[in-house]
């Protein structure tokens, strides 16, 4: 079997074609969807995933601001931004990338930003109502692998997912939004004993392990769904995935390629996530 490919940046594209749309709706009644985007220090890859953000932004009409800070500031004085977009009524989403610098505590600030504006879906208050069903800001990322499944009829319901890696914004995320699915969930990761046997039980194998092709065809089911969530930098400065993606995808059904996979969808879903804070402030 050779996998289709589940190609992100085409359901992207057509993703936001349908949100451009759903914008000018919106403007029209005088709702002006905006994103606020805290960059701390200048790290390449966060300076890139927000210049990416900014153009997708920009490509489906909603406005968006990026407050620079240096590597220095201090978490107190990134906390009193936080809260100034809190407050700041034109703002309906507020994004801090991630990773930050060591001497600020992560977790605080994720806490400060206020659950109506959390368009990364990684307050408490909405992990919370992901874990209870209820309607909520879904993490990115599990949100637009999901959207792919759907996007091409892929069952769930009954189905063994495996999801390698438990990390708050990808691995557990993406576990209980399949156990809503009625997918039966495994969660494995770096303590886990016996990967490969665990892996080829998986009709959907979702890897988010940030280890350059650690998954090769020998985990892979015959008839699988791979969704390779990877992001690794080689040598040669190009991307590529957890997945090895020759061998994966001879055994796949489906496979999501890296780049043009889960990478575009990651920010399409922050941008329906911040349509979605708009229309829910606009009610308040
Ligand atoms: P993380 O480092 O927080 O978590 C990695 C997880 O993998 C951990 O739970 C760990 O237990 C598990 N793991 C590591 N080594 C393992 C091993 N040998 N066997 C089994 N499990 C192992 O990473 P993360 O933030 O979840 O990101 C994972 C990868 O996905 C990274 O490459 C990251 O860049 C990428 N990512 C991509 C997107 C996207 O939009 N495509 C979004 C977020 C993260």
């Given at each position: 079997m050779t996998a289709e490919l589940l190609n992100g940046r085409d359901l992207s594209d057509q993703l936001k074609a349908e949100m451009k749309q759903e914008v000018d709706v919106l403007k029209q009644e005088n709702i002006h969807p905006h994103l606020t985007v805290i960059l701390v220090g200048d790290d390449p890859a966060s300076k890139s995933y927000v210049k990416g953000k900014e153009k997708a932004c920009a490509v489906t009409g909603i406005s968006?601001?990026?407050?620079?800070?240096?590597?220095?500031?201090?978490?107190?004085?990134?906390?009193?931004?936080?809260?100034?977009?809190?407050?700041?009524?034109h703002v309906h989403g507020i994004l801090v990338q991630l990773p930050l610098p060591d001497h600020i505590d992560e977790q605080k600030v994720i806490h400060a930003i206020s659950p109506l504006k959390d368009v990364d879906g990684f307050h408490p208050i909405n992990i919370g109502k992901l874990v209870n069903g209820e309607d909520t800001f879904l993490p990115c990322t599990p949100f637009g692998i999901q959207t792919m499944l759907e996007s091409k009829n892929i069952e769930i319901e009954g189905k063994h997912a495996v999801i390698i890696g438990r990390s708050n914004i990808v691995g557990k995320p993406m576990g209980l939004l399949l156990l809503q699915k009625n997918a039966t969930v495994t969660y494995c990761h770096s303590r886990t004993e016996n990967l490969r046997e665990i892996a080829l039980e998986a009709d959907i194998l979702v890897v988010a392990m940030g280890r350059k092709h650690a998954i090769d065809g020998s985990y892979v089911k015959e008839g699988a769904v791979v969704i390779d969530v990877g992001i690794n930098r080689q040598e040669n400065g190009k991307l590529t995935g957890d997945v090895e993606f020759e061998s994966a995808k001879e055994k796949a059904s489906y496979i999501t390629p890296v780049p043009r996979g889960v990478g575009p969808m990651t920010i399409t879903m922050l941008l329906k996530n911040t349509i979605k804070a708009a229309k829910g402030l606009a009610k308040k």
């Amino acid at each position: 079997m050779t996998a289709e490919l589940l190609n992100g940046r085409d359901l992207s594209d057509q993703l936001k074609a349908e949100m451009k749309q759903e914008v000018d709706v919106l403007k029209q009644e005088n709702i002006h969807p905006h994103l606020t985007v805290i960059l701390v220090g200048d790290d390449p890859a966060s300076k890139s995933y927000v210049k990416g953000k900014e153009k997708a932004c920009a490509v489906t009409g909603i406005s968006s601001d990026l407050i620079e800070l240096p590597g220095s500031v201090s978490e107190q004085e990134l906390l009193n931004v936080i809260d100034e977009q809190n407050n700041a009524e034109h703002v309906h989403g507020i994004l801090v990338q991630l990773p930050l610098p060591d001497h600020i505590d992560e977790q605080k600030v994720i806490h400060a930003i206020s659950p109506l504006k959390d368009v990364d879906g990684f307050h408490p208050i909405n992990i919370g109502k992901l874990v209870n069903g209820e309607d909520t800001f879904l993490p990115c990322t599990p949100f637009g692998i999901q959207t792919m499944l759907e996007s091409k009829n892929i069952e769930i319901e009954g189905k063994h997912a495996v999801i390698i890696g438990r990390s708050n914004i990808v691995g557990k995320p993406m576990g209980l939004l399949l156990l809503q699915k009625n997918a039966t969930v495994t969660y494995c990761h770096s303590r886990t004993e016996n990967l490969r046997e665990i892996a080829l039980e998986a009709d959907i194998l979702v890897v988010a392990m940030g280890r350059k092709h650690a998954i090769d065809g020998s985990y892979v089911k015959e008839g699988a769904v791979v969704i390779d969530v990877g992001i690794n930098r080689q040598e040669n400065g190009k991307l590529t995935g957890d997945v090895e993606f020759e061998s994966a995808k001879e055994k796949a059904s489906y496979i999501t390629p890296v780049p043009r996979g889960v990478g575009p969808m990651t920010i399409t879903m922050l941008l329906k996530n911040t349509i979605k804070a708009a229309k829910g402030l606009a009610k308040k």
